[in-house]
């Protein structure tokens, strides 16, 4: 990692405060940007992950619209023939689909939303446990252009039985 003088003249500011604050905690960081000592820099990036790419926001985002429609839509049914455990979100493999997995862990656990998917399922902590992104791109496949084909918002609309049944149906090919 290269920092301009800037940067370092801006880290180092922020490095003297945060000393301030917690004596003994960073002035050896304070000391290595100060002084130029390029093989120490990366320590100020040891507790940052990479970045998520956006498309993997985004796609997460889908998938978790499109369980929020099958979800609430199950449960408007007046009867069903549909397993309650067939229309639960199965989460992402933490160890194959990381980025996936990350980003639906964060939106769902620490930010609070799509709270139904959560509700009743066992997988509270969204490790699927093997891979599921080419099951929900199946499904994302018929989802995507039906949502366009009826111009609906995907947080706005009720399926039928026979949609659901359909797109579970993608889920389990």
């Known amino acids: 990692m290269e920092l301009t003088v800037v940067e370092r003249i801006i880290i180092a ?6 000393e301030k604050l917690y004596p ?11 002084r130029g000592y390029t093989y120490n820099y990366r320590e100020l990036s040891s507790g940052l992950n990479s970045e998520t790419p956006l498309d993997v926001c985004n796609e997460v ?27 639960l979100f199965s989460g992402f493999d933490m160890t194959s689909e990381e980025y996936h997995y ?3 862990t964060f939106y769902l656990n620490e930010l609070g939303r799509y709270e139904e998917l959560l509700q009743g399922n066992p997988r509270r902590d969204l490790n699927s446990h093997g891979p599921t992104l080419r099951r929900y791109r199946r499904m994302l496949e018929w989802w995507k252009p039906f949502l366009e084909e009826e111009q609906l918002e995907s947080i706005n609309y009720t399926l039928n039985e026979e949609q659901i049944k359909e797109l579970l149906s993608l889920w389990k090919a």
């Open 102 to 104: 990350g980003y639906a």
């Open 13 to 18: 500011n922020q490095l003297r405060i945060l």
């Open 24 to 34: 003994g905690d960073y002035k050896e960081r304070l000391t290595f940007i100060e």
């Open 61 to 87: 985002i889908d998938i978790l619209d499109m369980y929020r429609s099958i979800t609430i839509s199950y449960k408007n049914l007046p009867e069903t023939d549909i397993s309650p455990n067939d229309i």
